[in-house]
């Protein structure tokens, strides 16, 4: 069953939410405010959000160094994530963490990871727990194409697979890993292929399509309830920036790529649909939307700048050994 008007102008707004959170962020990194690093999921947005909204609280997710999106569609609070960004005491890792390390227990994202298929099989465990408990809790990991060359992916598929863990592996596809074309790469066209080695389903979706994606979303987490065990989800998508938003660094993209992607947007999708589809969404309603939502950002970023940096006597504090 396709989700209801509203639903899907949640979506709608969470997609736009992660782009405009993205967008500050990248703004403010190249202002010198926010330190580190920032790698912006502006273009993958349908992927995260159509997962999410078919998760619950008590679900868990592992996301990756390109997590912000996975953040907020999971349920994350925007002040917390900015302030985090801007390495400040009232982020949600003390301003520790940074952007490639969110974590918010309580809404079931239990955080990132910068190694490349770091994640995959902490997330893994998750779902053996999950599994224990007998709750009937799902969880998700959210990987790139170059994670599924990886060693820990396989290893995690294969557990998962023989004990029927409830897990969602989602890949998301974006063609490039950091600066190399997938298909330099890949040992196969489609890495859903690489399910069948494993005993399980490998599902393809268009990445740019959130009500697709939420479809096999929501067809995946009933098989892992179930007991009937995991599934790899392949998106097919596109990050419309750099690997990162450092200046001056590579990118094997030509321009002619970059705007084909762009022309299949999905939060335009989502839009165009609500309007001609749904037949319940006028442009003055997203307008109103948009500005509520950048008013948020704003409200997070002044949130950010009014917090202290962390204290440098807070620097080995919350350790789990000395």
């Given at each position: 069953?396709?989700?209801s ?60 160094h ?6 907020i ?35 079931g ?18 779902g053996?727990a ?18 599924s060359n ?9 557990i ?25 790469t890949?040992?196969?066209?489609d890495i ?7 005993g ?49 660094q ?9 705007a ?20 319940q ?29 962390p204290?440098?006597?807070a620097?080995?504090a ?5």
């Amino acid at each position: 069953m396709a989700p209801s008007p509203q639903m899907q102008r949640d979506m709608l707004r969470q997609m736009q939410t992660i782009r405009r959170f993205e967008e500050r962020a990248s703004d403010d990194y190249h202002a010198g405010d926010i330190y580190g690093v920032v790698h912006c999921y502006i273009g993958e947005e349908a992927v995260a959000v159509g997962v999410c909204a078919a998760l619950t609280n008590e679900d868990k997710i592992i996301g990756t160094h390109r997590g912000h999106g996975h953040c907020i569609a999971k349920g994350a609070d925007l002040k917390r994530m900015m302030a985090e960004l801007y390495g400040r005491e009232a982020g949600y890792c003390k301003g520790k963490g940074g952007s490639m390390h969110i974590a918010d227990f309580s809404i079931g994202m239990l955080g990132a990871n910068g190694i490349v298929a770091g994640g995959i099989p902490i997330v893994t465990g998750a779902g053996l727990a999950a599994q224990m408990d007998g709750q009937g809790r799902v969880a998700v990991s959210f990987f790139g194409d170059g994670a599924s060359n990886a060693g820990p992916f396989h290893e995690s598929l294969n557990i998962a697979a023989k004990w029927k863990l409830p897990m969602l592996y989602v890949c998301e596809n974006n063609l490039h890993s950091a600066q190399t074309p997938a298909s330099q790469t890949l040992s196969v066209e489609d890495i859903a292929a690489r399910a069948h080695g494993y005993g399980i389903p490998g599902v393809i979706v268009d990445g740019n399509d959130v009500l697709a994606v939420h479809e096999v979303a929501l067809e995946a987490v009933a098989r892992a309830r179930a007991g009937d065990g995991p599934t790899l989800i392949e998106c097919k998508t596109y990050r419309w920036r750099a690997h990162t938003e450092r200046p001056n660094q590579p990118d094997s993209r030509s321009e002619e790529e970059i705007a084909k992607w762009m022309k299949k947007d999905p939060i335009a999708r989502l839009v165009d649909h609500l309007k001609t589809q749904q037949g319940q969404f006028s442009d003055a309603e997203w307008e109103a939307m948009d500005a509520e939502i950048l008013q948020s950002i704003e409200a997070a970023v002044t949130f950010s700048k009014a917090s202290p940096f962390p204290a440098p006597e807070a620097a080995l504090a919350d350790l789990y050994a000395d």
